[in-house]
């Protein structure tokens, strides 16, 4: 076994490959910094012994895990050559290695399969591990690719799994385990990411939370099926992976052709799942693609009108969502031809002429006079059979076989990996583009894909990919369009979506109580400026519970701000509140839009702390929530994380004040005080007991 490392290091993360005599690299080390001496040690003193009953010499997890070199867990890589008899298990050998400041690229073929690999590590500014694999078939014959996922090693330490599950209306809900022997495997088959699907696979150190603890996490980023996994071996091997979940044939490789895999975007963090969360965030900030001006206040009509589209009082609305303060105003599902119900019309892209006569100009026109920006709801990719498109072109419906698919809020899949059907679609958008001056397209996608195929073969990746290129060829149209992902909610939420797209909407669920942990841990991979959050109506559309209009403003405070309420008829009153949260958000907003996101961790799991710091730790937001009645009737003092422990802050309350159990703590309500960082971070505040279901806001700003 050669010595030779190659390493990779940035913002206090280590990435240490070995090089293997004619053999693919392993990864010797994710984690913590190492520094650059002596790290050709790691070689030998990370050695395994061999146990009884083994292969004779030691096993490591290659850069890509292979079952011909002894590995017995998951393979990296499968394939299949029809009526060869070859090796079917690859081998990769003829290593060669391209470094490049913090970018590694492996290269290595296998001639007993007749494969090529290259896998990409880049290590970015703010220690964010991204990778990915390239399959190329160097042979004469076709090959099948049935998997091909990116693995990186955990160390033993690593004592617990989290990940996330969920259903419409109740996404990211967390569940954790130990890290047992065995596999943690989280497979997605609904040709969108999905509302139960894991946005990250963590293991940590036992006890790990927001601020404390070693943890590792990975996120596929892919918006088709998609796998993602923890896996543990008696051999002492444990490893977190995933990759695009491929169907039988799906992707077959002529000679020449190659493959990628989504890219795999890892995390290591010492300061618990907060630190893990930065990483992403700081990566996803440092794209060009990332917005650049303040997110808009939005006011979207779906729950305030629904499918009733009426313009004289779709302009009422609009006069008093500009009194308010709103910045963006979106006509939601209704506006096209023959569309009053969610049971016709999808895919007959123009305007309906009988309640909309004279076009959408008069709204639009209406809205941009306001002072906003006008936005519009499409699904694009989607079809009712009992449509002008279905009946012209039933064989543009994607199917599996001779007759359709179940059926999914009344509505089929447009089989965008038909030339016709594409260019159909992306002119009639396209055409809406041209004539309206549309600043926002809200981007739904109300179903999972079931039983579908193209030419005979599953058809998730193409349709997947058709998607992306559809978003890439309007943006190149009209640059400064602004999309947003929404999947019933929050069915497509992904690292890839987001490189083309501006937003996510987090839930169709707009109860602030659900909203609290939805937007918690959404807010755990994507930073809140890219998160839809909105105030709903007093009583919620999903769950009929009634709130506060300050429980509900101050939920919706952090991410992307919006309204979806019937402002008609809200009273006088609560537009006014209305205006003064809008307000409140838009002096904050750079703050909060910027800065870091912090959860505190709570004993009591009735309350929780989260806030926004800024980079420089100069200010910071915090929010106090009460969800439900605790079980001791005075609540523990807070502490707020991510100050400096050095600096003297002045702390006070911001924005209307929440409703009290019981008087508050002598501070709340008085004038600022004075508090020392170290005490505010490791000693905390005395809070009052609040109700349930209620938030305080809290303003704390570094005394010079």
């Not at 390239?134 to 090693?153: C, E, F, G, Q, Y």
């Not at 989504?262 to 996803?284: E, F």
């Not at 602030?512 to 994507?526: A, F, H, K, S, Y």
Request: hydrophobic fraction near 40%; charge should be negative; proline fraction near 7%.
């Amino acid at each position: 076994m050669g010595s030779d490392v190659v390493s990779l290091h940035r913002s206090g993360v280590s990435v240490v490959l070995g090089m293997r005599r004619n053999a693919l690299p392993t990864v010797l080390h994710w984690g913590a910094d190492l520094g650059e001496g002596h790290l050709d040690a790691l070689v030998t003193v990370t050695e395994p012994p061999v146990p009884h009953s083994a292969l004779d010499t030691s096993t490591r997890v290659g850069l890509l895990p292979e079952y011909a070199d002894g590995f017995a867990g998951r393979p990296g890589l499968q394939v299949l050559r029809a009526g060869r008899g070859t090796s079917w298990s690859p081998r990769f050998r003829d290593v060669h290695v391209d470094v490049e400041a913090s970018k590694a690229a492996v290269h290595a073929t296998d001639p007993d399969t007749g494969l090529g690999l290259t896998s990409n590590l880049v290590l970015e500014a703010s220690g964010l591990l991204r990778m990915r694999h390239r399959i190329i078939n160097l042979a004469h014959d076709p090959v099948w690719v049935l998997a091909l996922n990116t693995v990186l090693p955990v160390p033993v330490r690593a004592a617990e799994v989290l990940d996330l599950t969920g259903r419409w209306s109740r996404e990211r809900s967390p569940q954790r385990r130990p890290f047992y022997d065995g596999a943690v495997v989280r497979e997605s088959r609904r040709g969108r990411t999905g509302h139960d699907a894991s946005l990250l696979m963590a293991a940590g150190t036992a006890g790990f939370s927001f601020e404390t603890g070693q943890v590792w996490a990975v996120h596929v980023a892919w918006s088709g099926d998609h796998v993602t996994y923890a896996e543990r071996l008696p051999e002492g091997h444990s490893v977190l992976g995933g990759g695009e979940l491929l169907g039988p044939g799906e992707i077959e490789l002529a000679p020449g052709e190659s493959y990628d895999s989504p890219w795999l975007l890892a995390s290591w963090s010492d300061a618990g799942l907060n630190g893990v969360s930065a990483r992403w965030h700081d990566w996803l900030r440092s794209r060009p693609s990332h917005p650049q001006r303040p997110r808009p206040v939005v006011l979207n009509t779906w729950e305030a009108v629904y499918f009733d589209h009426d313009l004289i009082r779709l302009r009422e609305l609009a006069a008093h969502a500009a009194a308010v303060g709103v910045e963006r105003f979106v006509l939601d599902d209704g506006w096209f031809r023959g569309r009053r119900d969610d049971l016709r019309a999808l895919g007959d892209w123009t305007v309906d002429t009988e309640t909309w006569p004279q076009g959408l100009h008069p709204l639009a026109e209406r809205v941009r006079d306001l002072g906003m920006e006008f936005g519009l709801w499409v699904e694009p990719e989607m079809i009712n059979p009992d449509s002008e498109l279905a009946r012209a072109h039933p064989e543009w419906m994607l199917r599996g076989r001779e007759t359709l698919p179940p059926s999914w809020r009344h509505q089929q899949v447009v089989d965008l990996a038909l030339p016709p059907a594409y260019a159909f679609i992306r002119d009639a958008l396209l055409a809406l583009l041209d004539e309206y001056d549309i600043a926002f397209l809200k981007w739904d996608h109300n179903r999972d894909l079931i039983d579908v195929a193209h030419g005979g073969r599953p058809a998730v990746h193409r349709q997947t990919l058709a998607f992306y290129a559809m978003l890439e060829e309007l943006k190149r149209a009209q640059p400064g369009l602004e999309i947003e992902s929404c999947a019933s909610g929050g069915g497509r939420v992904d690292l890839e979506v987001l490189q083309r797209t501006q937003r996510i909407w987090a839930s169709d669920c707009n109860d602030p109580l659900e909203r609290q942990l939805i937007q918690r841990w959404t807010g755990m991979l994507v930073p809140p400026e890219l998160i839809g959050c909105h105030v709903g109506a007093p009583t919620s559309h999903t769950t009929g519970r009634t709130h506060t209009l300050g429980f509900r403003a101050s939920t919706a405070f952090f991410g992307h701000f919006g309204v979806e309420w019937d402002l008609t008829r809200a009273s006088d009153v609560d537009r006014a509140e209305l205006a003064e949260w809008i307000a409140l958000h838009k002096r904050e907003r750079e703050l909060l839009h910027c800065g870091r996101m912090v959860v505190a961790d709570s004993a009591d799991p009735s309350m929780t702390v989260h806030g926004v710091v800024a980079i420089d730790a100069a200010t910071a937001v915090f929010a106090v929530t009460s969800l439900a009645t605790s079980t001791g009737s005075v609540p523990a003092p807070i502490r707020l994380p991510g100050l400096d422990p050095d600096r003297t802050y002045q702390v006070e309350t911001i924005g209307q004040p929440p409703l009290y159990s019981a008087p508050p703590a002598g501070w709340v309500g008085a004038d600022p005080i004075e508090v020392g960082g170290r005490i505010l971070l490791l000693v905390g505040l005395a809070v009052p007991a609040l109700r349930p279901e209620t938030t305080l806001l809290l303003k704390v700003t570094a005394i010079p």
